[in-house]
């Protein structure tokens, strides 16, 4: 089956970015949110990625033009689905919500379209149980910022059809993403290690063995990793690694998967990275830059 029409439901960071890269893949692309101040962001963070690449010269104001056409914003459900032959659901890490939202897709949703959830951790059986037809539901995690990371993790329950993955491959091709499949395993592929690595990474931060600089310096240049483990933890969001260490802490019944409590001081403290100004670093300036954790 040929992408036509897409959907994404949620228009936070995740979700406008995949707005995006649905538009340049050349999509006719609804972008859904329950808020219009959140579609309003949305728009914004797009038109801004845009704009930012013509003043680099890697796009062309016609580009954005011609982009700009493929992409609608709607505040109804209904509409946003109607036509669409692929969904993707971009809402918060919230089981219930997600479920419910699984939910109205079965019954608003075509038939034939597949329901894909953008989650880092979730069980994606659970979110499928929630619809009549399990068999077109796909785990589809992208990787923040969207239109520049090229992964896209597929995630199959059991219930997954084959046609299901073999359309969620295609829309990832499409979109300019190198695809990988792995099964509905608590953390998945990539948030299972990432978030190891970036727990361990604090606990040498509160253990004193260097700075978190340091830190990161050590695995950028020693392990040809793209950000170091520290940084990427406050670009993802430390209250969203928190709730994946406690995901995979609950269900493999497993304390070494427990956050640190230096992360659980820095979450309840408010410091959540990048999106709230500071985390384990100060981006005040837009830069990571050391700063005090106490």
């Known amino acids: 089956m040929a992408i036509e029409r897409v959907a994404v439901i949620g228009a936070g960071t995740m ?82 919500l997600k479920r419910s939202i699984f939910a109205q897709l079965d019954k608003l949703a075509p038939s034939h379209s597949v329901l894909g959830t953008n989650t880092s951790s979730l069980s994606i059986a659970d979110i499928a149980a929630a619809t009549s037809k399990p068999e077109r539901v796909i785990g589809m995690h992208f990787f923040n910022p969207v239109p520049i990371m090229k992964l896209l993790e597929l995630v199959r329950h059991d219930s997954t059809s084959e046609a299901t993955i073999a359309l969620a491959e295609q829309a990832g091709k499409a979109m300019g993403k190198t695809t990988i499949l792995v099964k509905d395993i608590p953390g998945f592929a990539t948030s299972r ?58 269900s493999f019944q497993d304390d070494t998967y427990a956050p640190h409590p230096l992360l659980e001081r820095l979450v309840e403290d408010g410091r959540l990275g990048k999106k709230s100004g500071k985390g384990i670093y100060d981006w005040s300036s837009g830069a990571a830059e050391e700063t005090s954790l106490d």
Request: glycine share 10%; with cysteine; hydrophobic share 45%.
């Open 15 to 96: 979700g406008a970015g995949i707005a995006q890269v649905c538009a340049q893949a050349g999509w006719a692309t609804r972008l859904y949110d329950a808020f219009p101040e959140g579609l309003e962001r949305g728009m914004q963070r797009i038109d801004a990625f845009w704009d930012k690449g013509i003043a680099r010269g890697k796009t062309t104001p016609e580009q954005k033009a011609e982009w700009s056409l493929n992409l609608e914003t709607v505040n109804d459900l209904a509409q946003a689905v109607s036509d669409a032959d692929l969904v993707i659901e971009a809402v918060p890490e919230i089981p219930d």
């Open 193 to 250: 290690l990432g978030v190891v690595l970036g727990n361990e990474a604090i606990r040498m931060l509160a253990d004193g063995v260097a700075s978190a600089k340091d830190i990161d310096t050590a695995m950028v240049l020693g392990y040809k990793h793209p950000m170091g483990p520290l940084a990427l933890t406050d670009l993802v969001g430390l209250d969203v690694r928190r709730d994946i260490l406690k995901n995979l802490q609950s």
